[in-house]
């Protein structure tokens, strides 16, 4: 099983960007369809991105599409998320995410994803 290791976050200025990184241990990453999540005080955990295994699959949340970016170098054992034109209601933590059920499987839904980093901290502000 991987861990998850998020970084990149802070503070930022609205229409401004960041870059996260989510570099995972083990050697089997590849493997792993591998989703970004964000949670803003007082809400639950939202779906942002997943890429399947070899990035064959890409999907978004409606909220950053054609603004947020997901990527992965498996040769790297780190997948990334571009945000750029951040708006303030894109304040959360944002978590990585691994699912584990193989290539066949993508998922939006948090319940799938077993493994979790601890999270980086963007806050936009106005």
């Known amino acids: 099983q991987v861990q998850l290791v998020e970084s990149g976050g802070g503070l930022v200025q609205a229409g401004g960007s960041l870059r996260l990184s989510c570099l995972a241990s083990g050697r089997t990453f590849s493997a792993y369809t591998m989703g970004w999540f964000r949670q803003a005080p007082g809400k639950e955990r939202e779906f942002v991105a997943y890429?399947?295994?070899?990035?064959?699959?890409?999907y978004y949340a409606d909220s950053v599409k054609g603004r947020f970016t997901i990527s992965r170098d498996n040769a790297k054992n780190t997948v990334y998320l571009q945000m750029n034109s951040l708006k303030p209601e894109d304040t959360a933590v944002y978590y990585c995410?691994?699912?584990?059920?193989?290539?066949?499987?993508?998922?939006?839904?948090?319940?799938?994803?077993?493994?979790w980093g601890q999270g980086t901290q963007v806050t936009v502000s106005s």
């Open positions: 890429i399947t295994t070899s990035g064959g699959t890409i």
């Open positions: 995410a691994a699912d584990s059920r193989g290539p066949w499987y993508s998922s939006s839904l948090p319940r799938d994803y077993a493994t």
